[in-house]
């Protein structure tokens, strides 16, 4: 019988892993899958550990700054070292890398705010928020997660993808029900105009103008939404801020596309 290589051994060792770190994995998946803060009860039985066992890898992912407990509830969420690791995995991606600096300076030039959304299994979320003009009654950052029905940023996440990828938020958001049938008639028309609109939704006086960011393939890739005080802005169809936002998705998408084949053209043959 033939002995293992010396690179099959190796391969082995470097295939082998630690137990420990892949159980504290399964305790961060738990608290991303929920998007909330959470007790630790909640997240032992969501990972499947016992709340002593859960207990001690809470205090070693707290101590690398991977998760904090708040002081007033107990409750953990996010630690600052998680939140810079998501950022860098923001960083490498080429839809977010062009989009910020063009939205930067879309809201400088408008005068209005602009705000990049990720489509994410929990809806659509913000991930960049670029202030202009005056403050607005209405509580929007970094992390907010936007109704899909009520806001103009979430019909445009529902109407550029398949409905089995936000059905499942639909009915948590709506749990008496509610007439989704109408609903996808109203995503037609989102589609058709491939802009959507809010006005003193859903928070009064606040109005904005949202569109989608597709790859080549079709796949939403990020919502770019403007937003302003209902009465201060141009909420048209054609006005000048609609047409400032199409031309800066224009834009990102042109940057993008450039980007992919020049990636192409270097791979190897």
Avoid at 104 to 114: C, D, E, K, N, T
Avoid at 185 to 214: F, Y
Wanted: hydrophobic share 45%; glycine share 8%.
């Amino acid at each position: 019988m033939a002995e293992p290589s010396d690179s099959t051994e190796s391969t082995e060792r470097a295939q082998r892993g630690i137990q420990s770190v892949e159980v504290g994995g399964r305790v961060l998946r738990a608290l991303a899958d929920a998007r909330r803060p959470m007790s630790l009860a909640d997240l032992a039985a969501a990972a499947q550990l016992a709340p002593g066992q859960a207990h001690t890898y809470l205090v070693s992912l707290t101590r690398l700054g991977l998760i904090k407990r708040d002081h007033i509830d107990g409750y953990y969420e996010p630690g600052p070292l998680a939140l810079r690791l998501g950022m860098l995995h923001l960083d490498h991606d080429p839809a977010y890398r062009a989009a910020v600096p063009r939205v930067q300076a879309l809201a400088a030039r408008i005068g209005f705010s602009v705000a990049i959304s990720l489509p994410t299994p929990q809806g659509p979320t913000i991930v960049h928020y670029a202030h202009a003009g005056t403050p607005l009654h209405v509580n929007l950052h970094v992390g907010t997660v936007m109704a899909l029905a009520a806001t103009a940023t979430g019909r445009t996440y529902c109407a550029f993808q398949p409905p089995g990828d936000w059905q499942a938020i639909w009915a948590r958001q709506h749990p008496q029900g509610a007439d989704l049938p109408a609903f996808l008639r109203q995503l037609d028309d989102i589609r058709a105009r491939g802009m959507e609109r809010s006005i003193d939704s859903p928070s009064p006086a606040v109005s904005s103008l949202a569109v989608p960011l597709q790859d080549g393939e079709g796949a939403l890739r990020l919502v770019l939404t403007v937003i302003g005080s209902t009465g201060g802005i141009d909420v048209d169809w054609s006005g000048p801020v609609a047409t400032a936002l199409r031309d800066a998705a224009r834009d990102i998408g042109t940057t993008i596309a450039a980007a992919f084949a020049a990636t192409i053209d270097k791979a190897p043959a």
